[in-house]
């Protein structure tokens, strides 16, 4: 059975940091591009940033310069740092690969 669990959420103060965490098991991710995606309350599901197998990365313009996505292989783990967290970054974040997605944690930015 494959599993997607994220930690590392919670609540944190605008201009502060979080480091949200994706541990993939039943399913060896080598091979694959992994990505971060968010849900605001009312508002649609959204990509943050993805890396591929030859860790390659990208960003959505909105964490771009604050977000660091990376990946451990050998532990099937990825991470997404967000430095510089703004009101706009709340939302319920997902790790995703392939057609498989974590339950998601709530990061919630307070002014």
């Known amino acids: 059975e494959v599993q997607l669990v994220e930690s590392g959420g919670g609540l944190v103060q605008a ?20 990505g971060w995606f968010r849900q605001a309350p009312g508002k649609e599901l959204e990509g943050v940033s993805c890396i591929s197998s030859s ?17 451990d292989n050998a532990k099937n783990t990825m991470y997404l740092q967000m430095d510089s967290l703004q009101n706009a970054d709340t939302a319920v ?5 392939r057609s498989y997605w974590g339950q998601g944690a709530q990061v919630t930015v307070s002014s």
Do not use: Q
């Open 55 to 71: 860790d390659g990365s990208t960003y959505a313009d909105s964490g771009k310069g604050r977000f660091t996505i990376s990946r």
């Open 15 to 34: 201009g502060g940091s979080l480091r949200l965490s994706c541990a993939v098991s039943g399913f060896t991710f080598d091979d694959y591009t992994i």
């Open 93 to 97: 974040y997902y790790c995703s690969i």
